[in-house]
């Protein structure tokens, strides 16, 4: 019935954040092994889950676990997705790179905030609470003394982009 497909539905997705939860814990106690088991399982439940594949295929790429190289891989990955128009995978890579370390939080935060606004636009405003998302981390770039937008990067962003971050306030 319809009723007990929802309760499924529901189920899967209580399993499917457990196993992120474990797999992200896994990572950060630096259990390779173990991360990649259970990131493979929460796949075999939800195949097109972007933050457990982008999770799992830096580990497998010899990401290690835990470490700066691991959480500077992320930061990386989601900035290159960010300009290769890759939005729903950029954002969701940020966010894993934020849940992990603060290290370059400011830089994170700009480029998951223009990675949501730039999904935003492309949906044709579909979604009010992914604009509202991204302003939200373009402001708290914005507030963060330690990032400084890189002048090179400006060219390559979009104007509505820049004059987001630039009219957000700290």
Not at 36 to 57: D, G, K, M, S, W
């Amino acid at each position: 019935s319809y009723l007990s497909r929802i309760d499924q539905q529901l189920e899967q997705s209580r399993q499917v954040g457990g196993l992120l939860a474990r797999g992200k814990q896994a990572i950060a106690a630096g259990r390779k092994e173990e991360a990649q088991q259970v990131l493979q399982e929460l796949l075999a439940l939800q195949p097109n889950h972007a933050e457990a594949r982008t999770l799992l295929n830096l580990l497998q790429a010899g990401g290690g676990a835990a470490g700066g190289d691991f959480y500077r891989n992320l930061l990386k990955t989601g900035i290159k997705d960010f300009f290769l128009g890759n939005y729903d995978q950029a954002a969701a890579t940020l966010k894993n790179y934020l849940s992990f370390s603060q290290e370059k939080a400011g830089l994170a935060r700009f480029f998951l905030g223009a990675a949501l606004v730039s999904r935003y636009y492309l949906d044709r405003y579909q979604s009010p609470e992914t604009l509202k998302e991204g302003r939200k981390n373009l402001q708290k770039a914005r507030g963060d003394k330690t990032f400084q937008l890189p002048p090179n990067l400006r060219p390559l962003l979009s104007p509505k982009i820049l004059q987001l971050f630039e009219g957000a306030s700290g």
